[in-house]
């Protein structure tokens, strides 16, 4: 019915920078937060940053200033910015949308991509 899919991952250097995109396709009535989270070799998945539809931002700590999240609704899509990478930025990063589908208009569920694989290695 929705489906996210990811794009932008890769290996860079570290200092470096990528840029990352998830959009949004399907029975779509309306999306309200978006967000990325990543998951590290042998870590539990955490947050990267959110962005509701208005445009309102929430970082990680320690990524707030290398990091910056951005959204285009109108191509129900979301995108992070990431620089000055670092080897512990190394994860498969997740795009995550709560979504309000037409075929349950009044019911909000999360959805999640497929992940995009990121390694900041020299």
């Known amino acids: 019915q929705v489906q996210l899919v990811e794009s932008g991952g890769g290996l860079v250097q570290p200092g470096g920078s990528l840029g990352l995109s998830c959009a949004a396709s399907?029975?779509?009535?309306?999306?309200?937060?978006m967000g990325w989270y990543r998951r590290a070799p042998g870590k539990q998945r955490e947050l990267v940053a959110t962005?509701?539809?208005?445009?309102?931002?929430n970082y990680a700590g320690s990524l707030k200033g290398r990091f910056t999240i951005s959204r285009d609704n109108a191509k129900n899509t979301v995108y992070l910015q990431m620089n000055s990478l670092k080897p512990e930025d190394t994860a498969v990063y997740y795009c995550n949308a709560n979504i309000e589908i037409l075929r349950s208009i009044g019911s909000i569920y999360g959805y999640w991509g497929q992940g995009t694989q990121v390694t900041v290695s020299s």
């Open positions: 399907g029975s779509i009535f309306s999306i309200y937060t």
């Open positions: 962005i509701t539809r208005s445009g309102s931002t």
